[in-house]
């Protein structure tokens, strides 16, 4: 369902666009994690560590491809708020092609590097063939990625975050069940799970094509579409590159963590940071989910020119998620042992007490985590990539930081700090960002009342 975010009460907007983009998020996460859960608890804890210790190199690639498409779906998002219909259709026809090519040179990248990455990382050679096994099928069905990213970031940006959300619930059933086909019946190892993960992507992009076609006359191009010039190409890749850089920036610090935590050389460790970044990804997933929704909601603000809706929508949102982010360190405080074990199994102590000790550490601090999320995605949705990008660069020195360092010093326990230490300094970046670019906006457009 089409959805205009630029009439109507802010926080409400924000909270029912978010509900279903939290749930679906959730669901896939759930299906990601599913591979983790169901890896550890059929085959083991070496095989949940060559699954675990892949996360990074995956997440530096398909990081990359998750902010390009977001990036590109945000100029779809201004011209729908800005009531331009035609070249709504025109930014589809132009994501599609732009996505379809940064894909395949993707693919090619990732897929001749696996192996060279496994061997920088340093992955211990008891997980190593079955961390390429895994990786390598993951690389190799990135178009599937592609497909189901692109159809539904587009339509998130003319309002719609239900259908992305019925799709990914599909997807995640099959997903499950085919983890235990492949696994339990047909005996495929940890390729089976990565199969699974790939065929769920596609049954879930092909759902949301269909669903396009049938129900959005918005995004339904037409032949004169198609044809491309390099106003529109640039225009789309001038936010697309920066975004797709940042989540990669992000990424690579997260590659120096993982370099870190191998050169423990200790299954035990890399198992329990493999399941505590699982629950971290859940548990975080309703932060991210309200940054997203404040990219949609910023730039079809942007769009109409209403930047009081935007200062106002700012607000709101950080109280919202900030309360939940508080929340989830109190649960992580509490009862963040049990849910390790869910992961890790009840006999493995050791990592489920190494798990827990890093949930209790990120947890307490997800408020910058929270702050994070909604000052860098409103930035992004008013066309504003250069801040961002020098927030993800903080990010990576701050990760690294941890990684070299602090570990050398402390081991496991200095790796925990890793994230917090990066989402503070991306933080101080970003507030002095959003202060200023609310203020210029509001110079250069003036002020409207809200109408609620």
């Known amino acids: 369902m089409v959805k205009n975010l630029t009439v109507g009460n802010p926080a409400l907007l924000i909270v029912g666009f978010t509900v279903p983009l939290l749930i679906g998020n959730l669901f896939q996460q759930f299906y990601n994690m599913a591979d983790t859960l169901i890896v550890g608890r059929t085959i083991g804890v070496a095989a949940l560590a060559a699954v675990g210790c892949t996360g990074s190199i995956n997440f530096l690639i398909m990081g990359f491809m998750m902010g390009f498409t977001q990036g590109l779906s945000i100029t779809t998002s201004q011209r729908f708020g800005a009531g331009d219909r035609q070249g709504v259709k025109k930014s589809f026809a132009t994501s599609v092609v732009l996505g379809a090519c940064m894909t395949a040179l ?7 590097s696996a192996r060279p990455l496994l061997v920088l990382l340093n992955t211990p050679q008891e997980i190593f063939d079955a961390a390429y096994a895994y990786i390598i099928v993951i690389y190799w069905g990135f178009p599937a990625a592609l497909l189901f990213n692109i159809c539904s970031n587009m339509m998130r940006a003319v309002g719609d975050s239900v259908t992305p959300l019925i799709a990914l619930v599909i997807a995640c059933i099959i997903n499950i069940i085919l983890d235990f086909t492949f696994i339990l019946i047909f005996k495929t190892g940890v390729e089976g799970a990565a199969y699974a993960t790939v065929i769920a992507q596609i049954i879930a992009g092909l759902l949301c094509v269909f669903y396009i076609i049938r129900k959005f006359p918005t995004l339904c191009v037409s032949k004169e579409d198609w044809k491309l010039d390099m106003r529109e190409i640039w225009g789309h890749i001038r936010v697309a590159l920066p975004m797709g850089f940042q989540m990669s920036i992000i990424a690579i610090g997260a590659v120096a963590v993982t370099f870190a935590l191998n050169n423990l050389q200790s299954s035990i460790a890399i198992a329990a940071f493999a399941a505590s970044q699982k629950i971290d990804m859940v548990a975080s997933m309703p932060l991210a989910s309200f940054g997203a929704a404040m990219t949609t909601y910023s730039a079809q603000n942007f769009g109409a020119k209403r930047i009081d809706r935007i200062k106002k929508g700012v607000v709101q949102c950080f109280a919202i998620s900030g309360s939940f982010s ?18 890790l199994g009840a006999g493995q102590t050791e990592a489920v007490e190494l798990s827990h000790f890093y949930l209790k550490i990120n947890g307490s601090l997800y408020i910058f985590l929270s702050w994070l999320f909604i000052a860098r995605q409103s930035l992004q949705g008013l066309g504003n990539s250069i801040v961002p990008t020098i927030a993800g660069i903080m990010e990576l020195f701050m990760r690294t930081f941890a990684a070299i360092f602090l570990s050398a010093l402390f081991g496991f326990t200095g790796i925990c700090f890793a994230s917090p230490l990066a989402w503070f300094g991306a933080c101080i970046p970003l507030t002095i960002a959003v202060v200023l670019t609310v203020k210029k906006l509001s110079r250069k457009y003036g002020t409207k009342k809200i109408k609620i």
């Open 106 to 112: 993707l693919m090619l990248i990732s897929v001749l």
């Open 326 to 343: 508080l929340f989830m360190g109190a649960l992580y405080f509490f009862a963040g042992r049990h849910i390790s074990a869910l992961f």
